[in-house]
């Protein structure tokens, strides 16, 4: 029998604000534990919190791009359950009231094209961290991460496969960071997401029973344990075997998902609406205003860059993937005109050496002006296409512009016909083996030459006059 | 002379006059309170020294500088103990002040001290206090009430001069009643609620406990307005209360709610509460009766929600971060269990079981939502009748004092001395208890007016009538 799965995730994006959800504490990563807390953030007796617009703000802004319809009025709620890095023993969050609903977002997988729906978005304060590691008498909290401001997407179980789910995660972290609410940091926990799996036989319309799994950190991980579930889920009903309901932590060592805690022991949040939060009004105007600030997304963005600067869509697609990136291309075209020319400087030279670093676009020395200026020098006929490579690794090295290092490294391309004439005469007379056979009728063998005239002038000669210069004097040869 | 027999305002003349200084008043203050605190145990914690320092450091200018005030355990001063009058937070030193705090520092109040409750607030008697009931001073056998029994308590023996108290279902006016004092229940949301530590949060509001009402507006004035570290606090232009005391309430039109003059009213103190309505009858009120019929579900209503919040507001106690922690746990969560198990007395933990209970998956709509759709019908209720009248007149209590550990085994009992306070809770509307006479016994007779929501001023005029006429403001418990 062949089955499909069914996936839905549940993406926790950390809030790009300064201050955190309830009180005015810094959401600073990595500080002391337990320099960034108040009283409110600690959940001492007394003390009450206070919702920070932004957070709002930026949770509507999220629903915008993801074509969701915003409550107009949200409520806060408690989700009590005792947990010792968990100042107030719950949780304040949204339950029956998010802030918004009823969305989607389109990916592309295989060249096809695919709407995924958002059940809803809403907002609530992250709890702390328990500190077991290097402590001799017990265990530690840490309150830097209580109430930093969450906003929690849920997908509709439109998701059917691990490559679909990977391309969701990607296209949901690229629209967060083109609205700048989310610096979608896996490693740092600023972006996290558990998943909701199932597996029914193909043309089942019901849903097999799922499971849910935690602990994917990164893109790769999400995608294999995904891959492992589902054919876990699947050989167990081959076997004839029953699923069972359960939250399952993913192990990136083992490459396996393992049972975490069962239906059975789920909690009884006892939700109820926060007494000490009035309610989110949330009025047309406050949307209006908002849908002022969006920024251009990345799929409007790809289109754009389609229609303006005529480069193929694959390329605008690379490029918008990231809006740091096409900020970049943007700029560099600005300067340069042949835009088709700077996407392939930019898909081929700038992200290989970004990738190699794992470096970001963000950390590059390469200005616009010197990226555009690199490729005049080639059009000019200053470096070959070839040394220009070499340019371009130094440029992003140490941030020199292409003239100085064209200049300090002697890279200038020769040109002289006589010079080149010269090195020419010089590689036929010393290989005459291969003239031989270039005159017995193996005119492969003038690539050999060429490639002996780049060596001896380190790469410089031109490229075009080498060949030509090269072809006249064999022809003479053979008609001699 | 006997400075702590003063009110707020006799002190305000003599202080600005030049004639008494600060530290006389405290002094004075201090020494009545050793001499009748053993008899009452009104206070947990006695300010001495930092009272002393206040005044040595010099007080601001302002309405209260100078004047010794007293406040519930459970209202935060920085750096001194607040206990709620439970053992779980016996060593808690908060590291904030509450907003009333501050607010009582800026008018240059002198805190003496922090006064006795139920423990978190819960209870009308305060017997349930890790620190020992506190007594009566009008009859030493007899419950203060509850839950600021404290506040009320040493008011009422001039252990202090004014007090603040916590109201959530009558906590502030039960007592008052009981000891023969004012006590006001402000609007919620007039008075900010950042450092009382929380019972339930949707019904909790701090206000004045006073000898009598001009106190009570001139306290009010201080304690009352907006703050922006309490999302339910409102702006509302407030005005100066003491301008409605003028003795005159021509024309004000009184209701008279037939749902709390049936059963159970006892009837000295219905007699009482009559007389009342005869003054403001006889001078020009307009006396309306009026209904408000989801008046018998008030109490049950009240109960499920107030237990609900409080299930969870109380579970930030289990001794990972601040008091009391068990000496030995095997484990976290046996030290939860045992931390609770012996940090919280019966009448709090049973509470927080019908909390957990009401809010639990299965029973929410059935209790809690039930509930939430009760208090809106009680709501409108007062919606309807203030269109018709603009104060409303009860009896603050069904009866006078009970006797301590009286209704101590039947808490169903014990919750029914508050079912003519619970209501206004429900409704978020201010309401006042001043004494109206005295029953057989010489105990207090309390007499309530409520008003719309931010109408203290009609409230305060009509208290202040009837404290005119009513007389017995003068008349002191037998210490
Ligand atoms: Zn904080």
Known sequence: MNYEAVIGLEVHAQLLTKSKIFCSCSTQFGSEPNTQTCPVCLGMPGVLPVANREVINMAIKTSLALNCKIN???????????YPDLPKNYQISQYEEPLSEHGYLEIDVNGKRKKIGIV????????????HENVVDGSYVDLNRTGVPLMEIVSEPDINTPEEARAYLTQLKNILLYLEVCDCNMEEGSLRCDANISVRPVGQKEFGTKTEIKNMNSFSNLQKALEYEIERQVDILQDGGRIVQETRLWDPSSGTTASMRSKEEAHDYRYFPCPDLVPVVVDEEWIENIKKTLPELPDEKKQRFVSQYGIPEYDAGVITASKALADYYEKVAAIYNDAKKVSNWVMGELLR????DEKEISDILITPENFASLLQLIDKGTISGKIAKTVFEEMYKNGKTPDEIVEEKGLEQVSDEGEIAGIIDRVLAENTKQVEQYLGGKEKVAGFFVGQVMKATSG?????LVNKILKEKLEAMKNK | MDLYRKTIWQLRELLDRGEIKPEEVLDSVLRRIEEVNGKINGYITVLEDYAKNQIEKGLPEGPLSGVPIAVKDNICIKDQLTTCASKILYNFRPPYNADVTERLLNAGAVICGKTNLDEFAMGSS?????????????????????????????VSADACIAALGSDTGGSIRQPA???????MKPTYGAVSRYGLVAFASSLDQIGPMTKDVRDCAMLLNVISGYDRRDSTSLKFDRPDYTKALTGEIKGIRVGIPSEYFGE?????????????????SSSGAEIIDISLPHTDYAVSCYYILATAEASSNLARYDGVKYGYRTEKSSNLIDMYFKTRGEGFGAEVKRRIMLGTYALSSGYYDAYYAKAQKVRTLIKEDFDKAFEKVDVIVT????????????????PLQMYLSDIFTISVNLGGLPAISIPCGFDSKSLPIGFQIISKHFDESTLLRCAYFLEEKFAVKDKKPPL
């Not at chain 1, 410089?460 to 075009?464: E, V």
């Not at chain 2, 017997?127 to 600021?148: H, L, Q």
């Not at chain 2, 000295?268 to 309505?277: F, L, N, W």
């Not at chain 2, 009896?395 to 085994?409: L, M």
């Open chain 1, 353 to 356: 050496l970004l990738k190699e």
């Open chain 1, 460 to 464: 410089k000669a031109n490229p075009g």
């Open chain 2, 177 to 183: 009643s009981f000891c023969g004092m004012v006590g």
């Open chain 2, 126 to 154: 305060t017997e349930n206090s890790y620190f020992g009931p506190t007594r009566n001073p009008w009859n030493v056998e007899c419950a203060p009430g509850g839950s600021s029994g404290g506040s009320a308590a040493v």
């Open chain 1, 120 to 131: 809803r978005i809403h907002i609530e304060e992250d709890a702390g961290k328990n500190i």
């Open chain 1, 72 to 82: 107009n009025y949200g409520r806060f709620a408690r989700k009590n359950y005792f």
């Open chain 2, 395 to 410: 009896p603050t209590s069904p009866t006078t004092a009970f006797k301590i550990g009286e209704k101590a085994d039947d």
């Open chain 2, 264 to 280: 159970g009213l006892n009837q000295e103190v219905a007699d009482a509460v009559k007389k009342g309505i005869e003054y403001l």
